[in-house]
């Protein structure tokens, strides 16, 4: 098995899954956690050899004139990624197949779902940053898909809609900064960038590179000002949140920030930017948590916060900053996969989400409540829980921050007091205090639901409780991705009494007191963010979009006005203007005319043609007009055969025929000529006229004086017969030398048809 | 609009045109013709023929509707590129085959001759699909 398989064999899984509801059932979840169970065993079974140092490498041909392959390359950093995709990815597949069971078209959700993981996965193991870029935007499309999935709803599609432009708008930056940074390079190979950093670093491209790459960064990893689509995103069903926006897809953006981090990081640009943008969003996330009720939104705010902190550390870039990065990223998957599991549990026992109307369900669900109160204290950051060692480290790497390291240590003191708090509330107000009425009596979730989170709490447990001989092997090889020369710090629970412990002991205590004062807490905060924050952010940004849609209405309305006879001015008037700007600013045009050559019989057909063009304009029939219209053509004809154009005289004797059939069919449903322009507008179309015809006169003297190169016409002439066979150099030219020109023209040809047969044929039976 | 002369001629001169379009088709190659003026030709005997006898008529005797005529074409011509593939060579290289290779006779054909035959459906069939459905109005 190698990669490309893998990625195959789920893209295949996902275009099979809405054919197999029928057959599958209630075993859905299990059939489809098959593949993605031993994609995730082949990951597992990579490490020995990625600790070794090793890094897989595996590239296809893809348009190799651009330097773009599609590639793949595996690290400890994209092995570390890949498990988590697809280990919980498994995790919710089940899940999801028994959460969804009573919903429609559940075979089409699963397929979303594993599209989503093989795009996500195809993401964290891209060896090329456009193959990067195009799992990029797949991941963006699934979780579209995935977000609006319950679409009857309008608030779904909204918040589907807001997700899809936020991290669209996000993409199309990216995919400026990749090109600029492949700039200097030559190509978007990460081996090749990896083994010069120092040549974007160098070149003046690269703050223009850096500032569109963090723009698609932020947006998806929802930094602020972009946070708000997230909590949005929570119209989605459970299993969504639990796997999109909690584990993987929101963590794109510190995937990349971590994967370019060896190229672009290092930087003072770098370091403040994520820094600033990262406490603030570490900082907002977890304030904007405080007032809310809904489980699933103190879950998603949050989770903003992490993200906050994850770019926060990978911006501060010390060995403890790296160390304390990753492994917040394992924490963070494991309690949030298991928390928006819970929550969506609990939401399908309970009927709500709401925490006001949640309580006493511990005699309930004794065991689930065990599952989601560790991972509430792995969030916490209490020991025994992996959550433990990451908030030690990230204490320690605060504290030692290069720069401002008080105000981070500070801001991030005050985001985990508000983690404990939240994990307090969320354990004593859910499992016990006041029960309200339930609808019906809650249960235990049955095994498909409760697997999931509580493998990943007891996978948080043995990280903690066992570091060094587990944590230890799955992030040391990423922590040397990120930052090559960093070495990966052991982990252990106990580290003595230090600072770090103090802090932590402080949180733990100051959380308790915000706990015990909540009320307060909870109307303060309310008070602060109707003062300040009183404008929602996701308001702001559809009354954007409304403005943006009005303005190209207006837009469209005066450019596309709809009036054929003005489209054809402003293209013959722009067109010939622009000509002639070049004619009047360029050489002389050296005109030599010689009529001395021209046969009698010729001018006498020109002199027709010209008599015919002044009859069809001075006639008052249409008939008329059309007639010396075709004269002016059947006197072209005769020019070409005199020059022995025979093909083309041939072709335009039969246009020629046809065109005044088709005129006569369209004049024959005409109403009587009626004079439609007055006489300034018929001056005015003289005018373009002549604007038009005189330029083209120009135009065609002109190239038949200046000989640039040598004619192609000799090319065709030496070879029509000697390589395809045929005499006859036009029609050799038409079906052998410019074939695939021909085959579009043809196209062009059948889809106008196809235009005006619809146009006249469909748009007269929707009217009776 | 009915007249008996244009219905006469019409009748008559629907095969011969025919005729002379596959022949223009065929000859196209060395002399003067190809697929488009063929196609042209095809398609004027069409419309001749829809002149005199009406559009419904016509198309219950070509008996394919304009559009299957332009897909035809198209596909021909799609497909006239493949046997290039087939050999390693680029899209739409000609390729040929000799048979009969006698002494006094010989028969050559090549993808652009399946190409043309292309053309000269899709500009038939778009041809009389316009023209028909402007003449039905």
């Known amino acids: 098995m190698n990669i490309g398989t893998l990625l195959l064999a789920l893209l295949i899984l996902s275009a099979l899954a809405p054919f197999t509801r029928r057959y599958l059932g209630k075993a859905a979840g299990w059939v489809f956690a098959i593949i993605p169970f031993a994609s995730f065993l082949w990951f597992l079974g990579l490490l020995p050899e990625i600790n070794q140092g090793e890094v897989f490498i595996q590239r296809y041909n893809w348009l190799p004139a651009y330097g773009i392959d599609f590639s793949f390359y595996i690290d400890g950093l994209s092995v570390l990624f890949s498990l988590l995709v697809l280990g919980i990815g498994a995790f919710i597949l089940i899940y999801a197949g028994y959460y969804m069971k009573t919903y429609p078209m559940k075979g089409r959700f699963m397929g979303y779902l594993v599209l989503f993981m093989a795009s996500m996965v195809g993401l964290v193991v891209s060896g090329n940053l456009i193959t990067l870029f195009v799992f990029w935007e797949l991941t963006s499309v699934s979780s579209y898909l995935l977000i609006g999935y319950n679409h009857e709803k309008p608030e779904a599609r909204a918040a589907a809609l807001q997700a899809l432009l936020i991290t669209g708008f996000g993409g199309l930056a990216l995919l400026g900064g990749f090109v600029l940074l492949g700039i200097p390079y030559g190509n978007y190979e990460l081996t090749t960038l990896l083994s010069n950093p120092e040549a974007i670093k160098s070149s003046n491209l690269y703050l223009p590179a850096l500032l569109l790459i963090l723009a698609g960064a932020f947006t998806k990893s929802a930094q602020f000002p972009f946070h708000f689509w997230l909590p949005g995103a929570m119209a989605a069903p459970s299993p969504v949140s639990a796997y999109l926006h909690s584990a993987t897809m929101v963590k794109a953006g510190v995937f990349l920030l971590a994967r370019l981090n060896p190229i672009l990081g290092g930087t003072q640009e770098w370091h403040y930017l994520l820094s600033i943008f990262g406490v603030t969003t570490m900082f907002v996330g977890a304030w904007l948590s405080i007032t809310q009720t809904d489980l699933k939104r103190i879950l998603a705010y949050s989770t903003v916060s992490a993200l906050g902190s994850l770019v926060l550390l990978i911006g501060t870039g010390t060995e403890y900053a790296i160390n304390a990065a990753i492994v917040f990223l394992l924490v963070h998957a494991l309690y949030k996969g298991t928390l928006f599991m819970m929550a969506g549990n609990i939401e399908k026992k309970t009927g709500t989400r709401d925490i006001n109307k949640l309580g006493g369900l511990f005699k309930y669900m004794p065991f689930a409540a065990v599952v989601m109160i560790l991972a509430l204290v792995s969030m916490a950051g209490i020991p025994p829980m992996l959550g433990f060692i990451g908030k030690e480290l990230i204490y320690e790497a605060k504290a030692n921050a290069p720069s401002a390291h008080w105000f981070i240590l500070i801001a991030g003191f005050l985001t985990n007091v508000i983690m404990v708090f939240l994990s307090m509330r969320l354990t004593l107000d859910i499992f016990w205090g006041k029960e309200p009425a339930y609808e019906k009596k809650p249960k235990e ?65 100051l959380g308790v007191l915000a706990y015990r004062y909540r009320l307060r807490l909870i109307s303060f905060a309310e008070k602060i963010n109707l003062k300040y924050f009183e404008r929602e952010f996701s308001r702001i940004f559809f009354q954007m979009i409304d403005h943006f849609l009005y303005y190209t209405k207006e837009q469209t309305k005066a450019i596309q006005h709809g009036y054929h006879r003005f489209y054809l001015m402003t293209v013959f008037v722009v067109a010939s203007l622009l000509v002639w700007i070049q004619i009047w600013n360029g050489d002389p045009v050296i005109l030599t005319l010689d009529f001395k050559d021209m046969p009698l019989n010729l001018v006498a057909v020109v ?98 004086t200046s000989v640039v190169q040598e004619p192609i016409s000799d090319f065709f002439k030496e070879s029509s017969y000697t390589e395809a066979y045929g005499r006859n150099i036009v029609n050799v030219i038409l079906v052998d030398f410019r074939a695939f020109d021909t085959l579009g023209e043809i196209t062009v040809l059948a889809v106008a048809a196809l235009g005006i047969f619809s146009m006249i044929k469909l748009t007269k039976k929707i009217k009776v | 609009m009915e007249s008996v002369i244009l219905q006469i001629a019409a009748r008559h ?72 593939l087939i050999e390693g060579h680029l899209f739409m290289t000609g390729e040929w085959a000799t048979f009969f290779s006698g002494s006094t006779f010989e028969l050559k054909l090549g993808t652009p001759l399946l190409f043309d035959l292309g053309v000269y459906f899709t500009v038939a069939g778009m041809l009389t699909l316009v023209m028909f459905s402007i003449m039905e109005e």
């Open chain 1, 445 to 509: 979730p049955s095994l498909a639901l409760i697997l999931g989170p509580f493998f990943l709490v007891l996978i948080s447990l043995f990280l903690g409780l066992f570091p060094k001989t587990m944590a230890n092997p799955l992030t040391s090889q990423a922590i040397m991705a990120i930052s090559p020369g960093m070495a990966a710090i052991k982990l252990k629970l106990w580290h003595g009494f230090n600072l770090v412990l103090g802090l932590s002991a402080l949180t733990i205590a």
């Open chain 1, 607 to 704: 002199a027709l043609i010209i008599a015919a063009t002044i009859s069809a304009v001075a006639s008052h029939s249409r008939v008329v007009a059309l007639i010396a219209m075709s004269v002016i053509g059947f006197g072209i004809t005769i020019i070409f055969i005199a020059y022995s154009g025979v093909d083309l005289a041939i072709t335009m004797i039969l246009v020629e025929t046809l065109m005044v059939i088709l005129a006569m069919a369209v004049l024959f449903h005409l109403p009587k000529y009626v004079k439609y322009s007055g006489t300034g507008a018929r001056m005015r179309d003289a005018l373009i006229a002549t604007l038009v015809g005189s330029f083209m006169m120009v135009l065609v003297l002109q190239a038949g």
């Open chain 2, 13 to 84: 001169m629907r095969p011969l045109l025919v005729i002379l379009s596959l022949v223009v088709l065929y000859r196209g190659h060395n002399e003067p013709g190809g697929g488009f003026i063929g196609g042209l030709m095809l398609g004027a005997a069409f419309i001749l023929y829809a002149m005199g006898f009406g559009v419904q008529e016509t198309q219950k005797r070509i008996r394919i509707s304009p559009v299957a005529l332009t897909g035809i074409g198209l596909l021909l011509a799609l497909v006239s590129g493949l046997p290039a």
